[in-house]
């Protein structure tokens, strides 16, 4: 009898210890929930819970800094893994991410990113991503986006101008939704930076010519409060694909265990026909372009990456390798990271309009002030009208849109090393807030001892005035005047991006590569949005500024009730 009390005794002993060990370990000196610390689950729960309701982690993590009134924090979210931590503090984030080469690419993203094979966005910071990053460089020159992908933002703007105007007819005072417009205009604009006229399918014609043989009563309206829902025409196989990569690389990044979860889907019937639709047309794509480079037309976004290419060989002494599957993901990975992001971001920007029309007729007046021939004779801007106009409202309406909407950027540490004085163990995830305390709240204080030199010594500027509700879409916080009164002009204010605390196009080597191109779609697109059409209040069953967080935060919804500015053709 005694002898089974005491195995009962030290298997429970054991089960207790192992309990114990398996529990979450508070990293020393950071803030944590200690009610997660007593669980094998850790803040696994608590966050699960929110984001059920929100769709957002980072809502969640702004709750927990505000909660623990620190700007570093630590949450257990994985089991049986280091803590993540959280750090709220714009000067040490921007440290970090310009200066402190321990910190890199989080391989949980980069795990997560996996299926995007040689993109350079899954590899960290060495001559993998710098070799990529060489073949795009000419891609965001001003010479590119003036002469190739300028012109066809402009005519994809149009495009999707006809679309929203066919709309308005039909809905009759009504509100729709423009969600899959702007994700169409997006997404045909990145085909033709990647691919030119080489591609010959496009998301928005479809659609444009399927409203344009409705009738009136073909559609079917309810009360003027009523959104109405229009019929959509089917779009290319390649299409679908570009649209499903996002949502499988987001729920890949939030699985627990995503290597297991890219294996499990990679065996996949669906999974298999989107990446093999995906290499069929972008070998299509690639073997055109290459019989467009041999010819010495160089003009796609494809193109360009065959001449920088030809150029390194020639330097290292070798033939050029156009077969690599390099150029096939990376062009592809460019179309599928544009499109998603600056889609939401525009659409973003409708509701902000929308719901504050104040803002929108001061930035119709600039707009036409500023684009004053083509006010007096009566037509829309050119795009090299609007590419060279100096628009700083418009400038700093974009730069809100996107303080308030950025998305936390994440480092991991490359060896064990410190974050204001705490110490931070090698593979620790760093979530670099932008929606918290020091952007949407005010800051909490640090004290400049656990600094790094670094970080004390560096000029920033970024200092909003705290006393100001930091959550208002306030564009003019990014406006310095030159001259009294209230003029919005570029003669009057001037745009300073560093006027406050923005992370959302991170910063240092890995910064977004495509900010230049996403900066000018967003005020081509918005100005001629603008300029044709009032847009009207919609109900607040539509006007929601919940999102859906991934690669970009995005609206979950997205009206527009729209009414002509005037007669302009």
């Given at each position: 009898m005694n002898h089974y009390l005491v195995t009962l005794v030290t298997i429970f002993f054991i089960l207790y210890c192992l309990y114990q060990w398996l529990l979450p370990k508070p990293v020393p000196g950071i803030a944590y929930n200690h009610e997660a610390a007593k669980s094998l689950f850790g803040d696994a729960p608590s966050m699960m819970k929110e984001v059920r309701v929100t769709s957002e982690f980072r809502v969640w993590c702004s709750k927990q800094m505000t909660k623990m009134n620190s700007p570093i924090c630590q949450v257990f979210i994985r089991p049986f893994s280091k803590p993540w931590i959280l750090l709220a503090d714009f000067?040490?984030?921007?440290?970090?991410?310009?200066?402190?080469?321990?910190?890199d690419k989080?391989?949980?993203?980069?795990?997560?990113?996996?299926?995007?094979?040689?993109?350079?966005?899954?590899?960290?910071?060495?001559?993998?991503?710098?070799?990529?990053?060489?073949?795009?460089?000419?891609?965001?020159?001003?010479?590119?986006?003036?002469?190739?992908?300028g012109p066809a933002v402009y005519n994809k703007g149009l495009q999707l101008m006809r679309l929203f105007k066919l709309k308005m007819t039909l809905a009759n005072g009504r509100p729709f939704s423009v969600k899959k417009d702007f994700e169409y205009a997006s997404l045909d604009i990145m085909l033709d930076f990647a691919l030119g006229k080489n591609w010959v399918y496009t998301s928005l014609n479809p659609?444009?010519?399927?409203?344009?043989?409705?009738?009136?009563?073909?559609?079917?309206?309810?009360a003027i409060d009523q959104p109405v829902n229009f019929p959509t025409a089917p779009i290319a196989?390649?299409?679908?694909?570009?649209?499903?990569?996002?949502?499988?690389?987001?729920?890949?990044?939030?699985?627990?265990?995503?290597?297991?979860?890219?294996?499990?889907?990679?065996?996949?019937?669906?999974?298999?026909?989107?990446?093999?639709e995906k290499e069929r047309i972008?070998?299509?794509?690639?073997?055109?372009?290459?019989?467009?480079?041999?010819?010495?037309?160089?003009?796609?976004?494809?193109?360009?990456?065959?001449?920088?290419?030809?150029?390194?060989?020639?330097?290292?002494?070798?033939?050029?390798?156009?077969?690599?599957?390099?150029?096939?993901?990376?062009?592809?990975?460019?179309?599928?990271?544009g499109h998603h992001t600056t889609s939401g971001a525009m659409m973003w920007l409708a509701k902000y309009l929308t719901d504050s029309p104040g803002i929108q007729t001061k930035l119709r007046s600039v707009l036409q002030k500023t684009l004053s021939t083509a006010m007096q004779e009566n037509r829309l801007f050119t795009f090299e009208e609007i590419r060279y106009a100096k628009l700083p409202y418009l400038d700093a309406i974009i730069e809100e849109m996107l303080r308030i909407n950025a998305v936390p950027v994440t480092r991991e540490a490359l060896c064990d090393t410190t974050i204001l004085g705490c110490p931070v163990k090698k593979g620790t995830q760093v979530f670099f807030m932008s929606n918290g305390p020091g952007f949407l709240s005010p800051s909490i204080p640090v004290d400049a001892s656990t600094r790094r030199e670094t970080s004390r010594t560096a000029k920033i500027n970024a200092t909003w005035d705290e006393t100001k509700d930091l959550s208002l879409f306030d564009p003019e916080r990014w406006l310095v005047r030159q001259n009294a009164g209230d003029s919005l002009l570029a003669d009057d204010v001037q745009f300073d991006g560093g006027a406050g605390p923005q992370l959302v196009f991170g910063l240092g080597p890995r910064a977004c590569w495509g900010r230049r191109l996403a900066l000018m779609e967003m005020r081509i697109i918005i100005a001629m949005l603008v300029w044709?059409?009032?847009?009207?209040?919609?109900?607040?069953?539509?006007?929601?500024?919940?999102?859906?967080?991934?690669?970009?935060?995005?609206p979950q919804k997205c009206y527009l009730r729209l009414s002509r500015t005037s007669d302009r053709r």
């Open positions: 000067r040490e984030s921007k440290d970090i991410l310009m200066r402190r080469r321990e910190f989080s391989s949980f993203l980069s795990d997560g990113m996996a299926c995007m094979g040689a993109f350079h966005g899954i590899y960290m910071t060495g001559d993998k991503f710098k070799s990529n990053r060489q073949l795009i460089q000419d891609l965001m020159t001003t010479s590119f986006l003036d002469k190739h992908v659609q444009v010519d399927l409203l344009s043989k409705l009738y009136a009563s073909d559609v079917k309206l309810d196989e390649f299409l679908k694909s570009v649209y499903e990569v996002p949502e499988i690389v987001e729920k890949t990044i939030n699985a627990v265990l995503p290597k297991l979860r890219t294996w499990w889907w990679s065996k996949q019937p669906w999974y298999k026909k989107i990446f093999a972008m070998k299509e794509q690639v073997a055109i372009g290459l019989q467009n480079y041999y010819s010495g037309r160089v003009e796609t976004g494809i193109e360009h990456m065959f001449m920088r290419e030809a150029a390194r060989a020639a330097k290292e002494g070798r033939d050029p390798d156009f077969e690599r599957k390099v150029f096939r993901d990376e062009i592809f990975g460019d179309i599928i990271g044709n059409f009032q847009l009207l209040e919609n109900p607040s069953a539509l006007s929601s500024y919940a999102g859906l967080e991934g690669i970009a935060r995005v």
